[in-house]
């Protein structure tokens, strides 16, 4: 084939064969997540229902569950001690309007009203 004089048949020969190239090589790497992701998830669920082994060491204990006046915020919890949540909320909204910073980016731990 001469390469300097490529007649328009040829042209779309060349650019339909390159596409489909690419497009087989694209479904192949498709299957190829596909059955990764498969493979994972078949792991996972295998992993889930096999007990861990006992090794004959005393296990920790679990974590004491929160208290249960939490109230979430987007930089974590916040406790509240005998306060109203409005009254929380409008005292993290005056601190973060005094501040100048966005809520999201003040952490609050806890709030209580001093008496």
């Given at each position: 084939?001469?390469?300097?004089?490529?007649?328009?048949?040829?042209?779309?020969?060349?650019?339909?064969?390159?596409?489909?190239?690419?497009?087989?090589?694209?479904?192949?790497?498709?299957?190829?997540?596909?059955?990764?992701?498969?493979?994972?998830?078949?792991?996972?669920?295998?992993?889930?229902?096999?007990?861990?082994?006992?090794?004959?060491?005393?296990?920790?204990?679990?974590?004491?569950?929160?208290?249960?006046?939490?109230?979430?915020?987007?930089?974590?919890g916040v406790m509240l001690h005998d306060?109203?949540?409005?009254?929380?909320?409008?005292?993290?909204?005056?601190?973060?309007?005094?501040?100048?910073?966005?809520?999201?980016?003040?952490?609050?731990?806890?709030?209580?009203?001093?008496?």
């Amino acid at each position: 084939m001469d390469t300097t004089n490529i007649s328009v048949m040829e042209g779309l020969l060349v650019a339909v064969l390159g596409m489909l190239v690419v497009f087989v090589v694209l479904i192949f790497l498709m299957a190829l997540i596909k059955l990764q992701s498969f493979l994972v998830s078949a792991i996972e669920r295998r992993g889930e229902r096999e007990p861990a082994p006992d090794t004959g060491f005393p296990q920790p204990p679990a974590p004491a569950a929160p208290p249960a006046r939490l109230a979430r915020g987007s930089c974590g919890g916040v406790m509240l001690h005998d306060v109203p949540d409005a009254t929380a909320a409008m005292v993290m909204a005056v601190v973060a309007d005094g501040l100048k910073l966005p809520l999201n980016e003040l952490r609050f731990i806890s709030i209580r009203e001093v008496k």
